[in-house]
């Protein structure tokens, strides 16, 4: 579904990402993990166009992302992403976050809107919060919400860029749980995250990336197992440590 | 020295319909710079370099030049300026009143504009990543998710430039207009009760941008509490 093909991309003469190919096929759940400043976040950032690359290929259900002609609002829409700092809109109440893609982009009605977020409310266990504002509400509070955000528009797959690093430790299960959830009903996702209880529990590939290379992608049995690399087996015997 | 504030009572319906142009024209180029500040604003902060860098020379223009020149300038010389376009016979009759509208809305924009682009470059990138997220084109995410939330959070300088506004406008005397100021200065040079006409005038002007500059400050911390 989602197709990574030799994607290159610099900031002025620094070279962000090398060559890197990777894939995810339908209801496949691929965790992105490596240290930080690895390129993970800028990797995903161009499945659905937010960041431009300048060598390669994406293609998302065969339309390929970096082309001149491609109808880029109309690809982002059915692709959900969900961000670090949940980027929930803060002059609009939780419902009107959910609503406002939904009728602005999908032309769907007030009515049918209002119904469909409610019912995603619901899901993540915040139908009580609907009338608040983002503000008023926990980190993880806000990241469910901006999942259900996400789901609203129907997405045909969904990009996680590190969504609980942003969170206080006794939050983040009630995110990853939501996100447990959506893989078991077979999500397509792309996952950057630290979480390797996560990976460990829904993957069903994990890549690897460091200095903007992938250097590994395996299925998660191997990763875990017997990472062929050196550096990955660096990065997993000082993140399981403890 | 001989004061007779009783000239004040009796050129009093003259002095409100002066004060009621000097509103008219503060609301009429408060809003009309907003929005074409606005629109320049986002000019300035475009990625297509020939846009921006236009929006950027009007800006620089507009403020390095002062605001009685370019009364003048619109006052007398765009007729002329429309006349050579046009061909007509004679130079087009726009009026002072008029001119001056349109002079404080093209003035005031470049004010505006620099408040909107901070406004807008005050909101985190992020923002505007998660609306493209979601399919919103460009101005979509403009209309719904930045400007809403630079607009609130500009709100408080909006209003002090605005206040600014109010006491400029105060310059449209010198074409003759009856602004508050032009209505006191024709009473007073009529009745040659100087004095007082300018003593009331200054008043007027102190009690009305100062109590507005007092509810500017109480908006303010009104903002600050819900942020």
Known sequence: ?242 | MDLDFEIIGRALPYLAGGLQYTFQLTLVAATGGVIFGTLLALARLSSFKPLALAAAGYVNLMRSIPLLLVIFWFYFLVPVLLQSITGAERPPQIGAERSAYITFVMFEAAFFCEIMRAGIQSIARGQAGAGYALGLNYWQVMWQIVLPQAFRNMLPILLTQSIILFQDVSLVSLLNVTDFVGAAVKVAQRDSRVVEMYLFVAVVYFVLCFSLSAAVKQLQRKIAIVR
């Not at chain 1, 690359?53 to 001149?68: L, Y």
């Not at chain 1, 994990?206 to 903007?212: A, E, P, Y």
Request: hydrophobic fraction near 45%; charge should be neutral; include cysteine.
């Open chain 1, 1 to 242: 579904m989602i197709a990574i093909t030799n994607i290159s991309k610099w900031y002025g003469h620094f070279r962000v990402l090398t060559d890197c190919t990777t894939a995810v096929s339908k209801g496949e759940v691929v965790v992105v993990c490596g240290p930080s400043g690895s390129g993970k976040s800028t990797l995903i950032k161009c499945v659905n166009g937010l960041e431009a690359f300048q060598q390669g290929e994406i293609t998302v259900n065969g339309v390929s992302v970096g082309a001149k002609d491609t109808d880029l609002p109309k690809l982002r829409a059915h692709i959900g992403m969900v961000f670090q700092n949940f980027e929930l809109f803060p002059h609009l109440s939780v419902m009107e976050n959910l609503t406002l893609a939904q009728i602005k982009v999908l032309g769907r009605t007030p009515e049918a809107a209002i119904a469909k977020g409610a019912a995603l409310l619901e899901r993540v266990g915040l139908a009580a919060h609907a009338a608040k504002f983002p503000g008023q509400l926990s980190g993880g509070q806000q990241q469910r919400v901006a999942i259900a955000r996400a789901l609203a528009m129907d997405p045909i797959a969904m990009l996680f860029d590190e969504p609980t690093s942003a969170l206080d430790p006794e939050m983040i299960n009630e995110v990853l749980d939501v996100m447990v959830d959506l893989a078991k009903e077979g999500m397509t996702m792309m996952v950057v995250t630290h979480e390797m209880g996560f990976a460990r529990r829904v993957a069903h590939r994990v890549v690897f990336m460091d200095k903007g290379e992938i250097v590994e992608d395996a299925p998660k049995e191997d990763f875990f197992g017997k990472p062929r690399s050196e550096r990955a087996q660096l990065f997993l015997s000082k993140i399981l440590q403890h």
